[in-house]
């Protein structure tokens, strides 16, 4: 870990100060954090929503079930038309919230 041993001291306005802890709050970092990932030339993304990795995980249970079925369907020859639907009625909703979630309060900034 590097050794921080020089102490820089700046003045910023009250609204300044407050979008700067908001960013950081936005990203989990703390404020010293996200000035130092803007100093080596990163641009810190918002942390996702808790339930992200919930959802991406029944987006890779539906992926896995929907690769199921077209390697059924090209073995046989023969698609099962039922499960596909159901897969893909899944798979659609499941973009649904995560758009819901993830995209839309984006937008709002």
Not at 1 to 14: A, H
Not at 76 to 100: K, P
Request: charged share 30%.
């Amino acid at each position: 870990m590097k050794k921080r041993n020089v102490l820089i001291n700046f003045r910023l306005t009250e609204d300044e100060v407050s979008a700067l802890t908001k960013r950081a709050k936005e990203c989990g970092y703390s404020r010293e954090a996200y000035i130092r990932t803007l100093l080596d030339g990163r641009i810190p993304r918002p942390m996702p929503p808790p339930d992200y990795h919930a959802m991406m995980r029944e987006l890779h249970g539906i992926g896995t079930n929907l690769n199921q079925v077209a390697q059924k369907a090209h073995v046989l020859n023969v698609i099962d038309v039922q499960c596909y639907d159901e897969a893909l009625r899944q798979f659609a909703g499941a973009v649904a919230r995560i758009e819901e979630a993830v995209l839309l309060p984006m937008k709002v900034r």
